[in-house]
């Protein structure tokens, strides 16, 4: 999913022809794409904090792959959905694509303090990263993507809202 993403942003920024989001049309692959999402969602909202500390004992470029995942196809998603046939080949994954946003939207308002605390906190001391155990480097790269996937939803919402 990671390359199919790097793949969709050169196409779009190229102005070429956008073969993976034709494909994922064609093919109506769209609402396994927001199934694909929802699911990394669910893994990382009732799994992950289960079982923190053994991701946090893997390679740090491992756990944070684990939690990468969402943001990676939240941001494909947000580069398809540009186009009216993405969203139009949707269908009722849309339902629940806006569902998804909704919740991004209410964690972000609810843990904005979280948000502005956590980015402070390494923007004004950024040795202070270095000494985090793997587990609080986990923390941070989690809310870091959770807000991240949050703004990718703002753009998502405008373009559902723009071909609707």
């Known amino acids: 999913m990671d390359r199919l993403n790097i793949q969709a942003h050169k196409n779009a920024i190229g102005s070429s022809d956008e073969f993976v989001m034709e494909s994922f049309c064609t093919l109506d692959k ?9 699911t990394a969602e669910v893994w990382k909202t009732n799994v992950l904090p289960l079982m923190m500390e053994e991701v946090a004992k893997l390679s740090t470029i491992k756990s944070y792959m684990c939690v990468y995942h969402e943001a990676s196809v939240c941001n494909l998603l947000e580069v398809m959905l540009y186009h009216k046939t993405a969203c139009e080949s949707s269908e009722d994954a849309l339902v629940e ?9 209410l964690h ?3 843990n904005a303090e979280t ?17 985090f155990t793997p587990v609080q480097d986990l923390e ?16 998502i919402i405008r373009f559902i809202c723009d071909h609707i």
Request: glycine share 0%; net charge positive.
């Open 30 to 38: 769209m609402p396994f794409i927001v199934n694909d999402l929802l």
């Open 115 to 131: 948000y502005a605390k956590n980015r402070d906190q390494c923007l004004n001391d950024p040795k202070k990263k270095l000494n």
């Open 140 to 155: 941070h790269n989690v809310k870091e993507i959770e807000f991240n996937s949050a703004m990718i939803c703002f753009s």
């Open 97 to 105: 694509l806006i569902d998804y946003c909704y919740r991004k939207f």
């Open 108 to 110: 972000l308002q609810c």
